[in-house]
């Protein structure tokens, strides 16, 4: 009987695979998610503020809310902040009814404008808030912040979750008297950045007479922006 080598080889490469299969089957596979996160200073804030006002002339109350949106551009633009970084964000306009028996008359009307002003100095956001009441806004919605660069926090964030991936299924393989031999499949999952909402606003606090050596104004304290980060691993326990 006359043996080739190629007969030898398909019988070692049998005989492999049946050790890898064999092993397969002896191993047990444990599957985690891990989560990280990274924390960044924010370095730019979105202000969103205007103004509202009623009159029983739907045009005159359109009117002085137009007058105090123009001022407010002045005055910002005035201070240094490029025309383009202050948007129209919201405009509303509707009636304010009065119900007497069945009939229903309008009393006045509500218009309302609000601007989004993107600030690139967290040192200036109080003043942006201050100099704009001071031109006649009347409403504050609020202040998101966010961090231009991420790409360093996103990346420290993946390796924190690959590792508290590891940590949770070296815990699960222990408990079971098992040892992490190897990693079958690894997947990210979302990665996102999201802001602390610690950034709040308020008035400073001072006696007459510091305000008026120091000025009357509206503290900002800047968020922080946290990068998150999911991952999904099977590992390999024996």
Known sequence: MKITVRKILAVLT???LLG??????DSTKITVSGTGETQVSADTAVV?????????DVLKAQQKVNEVIAAIREKLTGSGIPEENINTDYMNIYAIYDYEGDVEQVQAYSASSTLAVKVTDMELVGKVIDEAFAAGAN???GISFSASDTK?????SLRDAVADARAKA???AEA??????GIEEISEGSVYSFDNMVGNFSAKSMDRGAEEAAGYGTVVQAAKIIVSATVSIRFIAE
């Open 170 to 172: 070296e815990v699960l």
């Open 152 to 156: 360093e926090a996103r990346e420290q």
């Open 48 to 56: 969103t503020l205007g103004v509202s006002a009623r009159d029983k």
């Open 14 to 16: 049998a005989i492999m």
């Open 139 to 141: 409403t504050l919605n």
């Open 176 to 181: 079971a008297g098992m040892k992490i031999t």
């Open 20 to 25: 890898v299969s064999a092993a397969l089957a």
